[in-house]
């Protein structure tokens, strides 16, 4: 199974992990000073998986709002991976303690799976279109289904003109927001946008 073999590869690079879905477990897991590569386990059936890497003090898990609905920081895969649990669940998570730099890892894992992005079993040959794709199983789910048409037109503005705007703060342009980065709490009101604010916590299940 391709998991599993990636499981194993990872395990050669690393010290120790821990598996779970409780951000109680990971924090207590989690230390200053030393990196870590994750991996998210969202249907094993179909080996649908992704990957990245964090550090102690930077918890990527915790920004992606997968756990925690209430929405923190910046971290670009944010809403690609609240799609992900809407479209087919969360299994598990592995958080690995890394011998080595955890990205020289995230790029054997690449290398390893042949693929240019931290996703497998996801169509798409790049984060746009791996987006796109995601957004349309999205919105088959029957929690999409289930919003009020206002919610499903302000979303899909969110989408297309911010989420895959690669937007810029307006008072620093070296202050990128692109992809789920647009999530940080304050970017939207900043530039005018904070009326999706209510729209998006109800599509994604978050909060502001």
């Given at each position: 199974?391709?998991?599993?073999?990636?499981?194993?590869?990872?395990?050669?690079?690393?010290?120790?992990?821990?598996?779970?879905?409780?951000?109680?477990?990971?924090?207590?897991?989690?230390?200053?000073?030393?990196?870590y590569?994750?991996?998210?386990?969202?249907?094993?059936?179909?080996?649908?998986?992704?990957?990245?890497?964090?550090?102690?003090?930077?918890?990527?898990?915790?920004?992606?709002?997968?756990?925690?609905?209430?929405?923190?920081?910046?971290?670009?895969?944010?809403?690609?991976?609240?799609?992900?649990?809407?479209?087919m669940?969360?299994?598990?998570?592995?958080?690995?303690?890394?011998?080595?730099?955890?990205?020289?890892?995230?790029?054997?894992?690449?290398?390893?799976?042949?693929?240019?992005?931290?996703?497998?079993?996801?169509?798409?040959?790049?984060?746009?279109?791996?987006?796109?794709?995601?957004?349309?199983?999205?919105?088959?789910?029957?929690?999409?289904?289930?919003?009020?048409?206002?919610?499903?037109?302000?979303?899909?503005?969110?989408?297309?003109?911010?989420?895959?705007?690669?937007?810029?703060?307006?008072?620093?342009?070296?202050?990128?927001?692109?992809?789920?980065?647009?999530?940080?709490?304050?970017?939207?009101?900043?530039?005018n946008?904070?009326?999706?604010?209510?729209?998006?916590?109800?599509?994604?299940?978050?909060?502001?």
């Amino acid at each position: 199974m391709i998991i599993s073999n990636v499981i194993s590869s990872i395990e050669k690079e690393t010290y120790s992990f821990i598996k779970t879905t409780s951000e109680k477990e990971l924090k207590i897991f989690r230390e200053k000073g030393v990196q870590y590569l994750y991996l998210i386990i969202w249907n094993t059936n179909n080996n649908i998986f992704s990957w990245g890497t964090m550090s102690g003090s930077s918890d990527r898990i915790r920004k992606s709002s997968i756990l925690n609905k209430k929405l923190t920081g910046k971290y670009d895969r944010r809403v690609d991976y609240l799609m992900l649990k809407k479209i087919m669940g969360l299994e598990t998570i592995y958080l690995f303690k890394t011998k080595e730099k955890s990205t020289f890892i995230e790029s054997k894992i690449k290398t390893l799976l042949n693929v240019k992005s931290c996703f497998y079993g996801l169509e798409g040959v790049n984060r746009d279109e791996i987006s796109h794709n995601l957004y349309s199983k999205f919105k088959l789910t029957n929690h999409y289904i289930s919003q009020s048409e206002t919610d499903k037109k302000n979303f899909d503005l969110f989408f297309h003109e911010i989420f895959l705007g690669k937007k810029r703060h307006p008072d620093n342009p070296k202050r990128t927001f692109y992809y789920g980065d647009c999530l940080e709490p304050g970017f939207l009101k900043k530039i005018n946008f904070g009326y999706l604010e209510m729209s998006i916590e109800n599509m994604l299940d978050v909060v502001f």
